[in-house]
Nanobody
Framework: QVQLVESGGGMVQPGGSLRLSCAAS????????MRWYRQAPGKERELVAG????????NYAGSVKGRFTISRDNAKNLMYLQMNSPESEDTAVYYC????????WGQGTQVTVSS
């Protein structure tokens, strides 16, 4: 019954911006930490950013720190990833993750950074 659905992916130019969304259902969203992961072809899935349940505490991979911002709207069961000044190395499928008793994943949304 737990569902995570990503949206907002697409093509973005270097130096542009893009905002990804994750819609959550089937659990008490406001009481759980949430995370964004990404996976590029031929590479391991990596943690991009994480948010505490309230959104008051966040963490980022060193490669995106200062450019990406994770946030959430607990009233709407939504989590976001604001991508500013994306670079070609940011091209990947981005996944929403919730660590409940088990880990749950969305279907992923493709982000392609290209001029």
């Amino acid at each position: 019954q737990v569902q995570l659905v990503e949206s907002g992916g697409g093509m973005v130019q270097p130096g542009g911006s893009l905002r990804l969304s994750c819609a959550a259902s089937g659990f008490t969203f406001s009481t759980y930490a949430m995370r964004w992961y990404r996976q590029a072809p031929g590479k391991e899935r990596e943690l991009v950013a994480g948010s505490s349940s309230s959104g008051g505490s966040t963490n980022y991979a060193g490669s995106v720190k200062g450019r990406f911002t994770i946030s959430r709207d607990n009233a709407k069961n939504l989590m976001y990833l604001q991508m500013n000044s994306p670079e070609s190395e940011d091209t990947a499928v981005y996944y929403c993750n919730a660590a409940l008793r088990a880990n749950y994943w969305g279907q992923g949304t493709q982000v392609t950074v290209s001029s």
